[in-house]
């Protein structure tokens, strides 16, 4: 064999222990970018878990909410029909703007 050949031949091995190598480092940040991808999507999944229950406590709180207001609107009609007092009036009034601008907010 020529020397040049020779030469050649570790040339090319030694390009071959450096793309083992860098094959190598590659593969590690693939493997270390594929865990980073599954912890993102367990978080994303625990966050849509939240959104879900999260809406569900506030579709209770309000209806319960509403079952209040109508329970206190009951009371103040049936306080002004046994008093006639103005003042039950605007208290239904004020309710009802409180109710109106909580109805546009949600729109």
Do not use: G, P, W
Not at 75 to 88: A, C, D, G, Q, V
């Amino acid at each position: 064999m020529s020397k040049d050949y020779k030469r050649r031949i570790a040339d090319l091995c030694a390009e071959r222990v450096k793309l083992d190598s860098e094959n190598s480092r590659l593969l590690k940040t693939v493997a270390k970018l594929s865990d980073e991808r599954d912890r993102f999507k367990r978080e994303r999944d625990e966050l849509i878990d939240d959104i879900a229950k999260v809406r569900e406590q506030r579709d209770e709180y309000k209806n319960k909410l509403e079952y209040a207001v109508d329970l206190f609107v009951r009371h103040i009609k049936k306080r002004f029909e046994l008093t006639n007092n103005t003042s039950y009036i605007n208290i239904q009034h004020k309710l009802n703007k409180i109710l109106e601008s909580e109805k546009e907010n949600e729109k």
